[in-house]
T-cell receptor
C-alpha cells in the first residue's frame, strides 16, 4: 500500500516569505506527527494530531509555526515569515494511534521536505 | 521524564566486522524501545522494537537488540557489517498507555569501510 507522502520534496524560499508543507499519511492512521531535523541534530518533535485535533503542540518553536489537519487525513504545516534558522528537513510520520495509544506505535515516516531559507 | 542517549554520533566499522550501536534510556516505567534507520534523503524506517515480550528482539536486515533492564540499555548489533548498512540509526523510547510522545535520540551515523 501507499506510504506517507510529503510535498514538495524541496522548497527554497526567501527570508520573510510564508511556506506550506503538505503531508499525506497512510490511509486509516489516526495519529500524525511533524518533526524537524536540522543538520547534525536529532529529530525535534513539533506537533501531534489525533484525528483533526492537536492535543500536543508543545514542540512548535514559535507562533510563526502552525499546522492543521483536515478530514482526519492530510496535514499542512505552515511557517510564516520564514527565517534562516527555519532551514531544515521537515518530516511527517503517521501511526495507527488506536484508542489514542501511541507510545508503542510504529511510526511510518515520509521522505521529508527540505526547506532552505535564503 | 523519558530520554534516550546514543553514545557516539559517528561509528566506523570494516565490512564484515561486528556492528554495535549503543543506546541507553531513562524511564520510570517499563518502556517501549525502538531502533529506526534513515538512509540518505529518506525518512526513517523501523528496524525493530521492544514491547515487553522477549528481551532479545530481531529486526530486519540481520539486526538485533537486547533489552537489559539492569543496564537500562538497548544496544543494536549485527554480526557482520555490509556496505548497504551505511546509514543513520536512531534509538527511541515511548511509554504505554494513552498518548505518549516517543522521544528520539540524536542519532548515530554508521560508516562501513570496504
Amino acid at each position: 500500500g501507499a506510504g506517507v507522502s510529503q510535498s514538495p520534496s524541496n522548497k527554497v524560499t526567501e527570508k520573510g516569505k510564508d511556506v506550506e508543507l503538505r503531508c499525506d499519511p497512510i490511509s486509516g492512521h489516526t495519529a500524525l506527527y511533524w518533526y524537524r531535523q536540522s543538520l547534525g541534530q536529532g529529530l525535534e518533535f513539533l506537533i501531534y494530531f489525533q484525528g483533526n485535533s492537536a492535543p500536543d503542540k508543545s514542540g512548535l518553536p514559535s507562533d510563526r509555526f502552525s499546522a492543521e489537519r483536515t478530514g482526519g487525513s492530510v496535514s499542512t504545516l505552515t511557517i510564516q515569515r520564514t527565517q534562516q534558522e527555519d532551514s531544515a528537513v521537515y518530516l511527517c510520520a503517521s501511526s495507527s494511534g488506536l484508542a489514542g495509544a501511541t507510545g508503542g506505535d510504529t511510526q511510518y515516516f515520509g521522505p521529508g521536505t527540505r526547506l532552505t531559507v535564503l | 521524564a523519558q530520554s534516550v542517549t546514543q553514545l557516539g554520533s559517528h561509528v566506523s566499522v570494516s565490512e564484515g566486522a561486528l556492528v554495535l550501536l549503543r543506546c541507553n534510556y531513562s524511564s520510570s516505567v517499563p518502556p517501549y524501545l525502538f531502533w529506526y534507520v534513515q538512509y540518505p534523503n529518506q525518512g526513517l524506517q523501523l528496524l525493530l522494537k521492544y514491547t515487553s515480550a522477549a528481551t532479545l528482539v530481531k529486526g530486519i536486515n540481520g539486526f538485533e537488540a537486547e533489552f537489559k533492564k539492569s543496564e537500562t540499555s538497548f544496544h543494536l548489533t549485527k554480526p557482520s557489517a555490509h556496505m548497504s548498512d551505511a546509514a543513520e540509526y536512531f534509538c527511541a523510547v515511548g511509554y504505554p498507555g494513552g498518548y505518549q510522545k516517543v522521544t528520539f535520540g540524536t542519532g548515530t551515523k554508521l560508516q562501513v569501510i570496504p
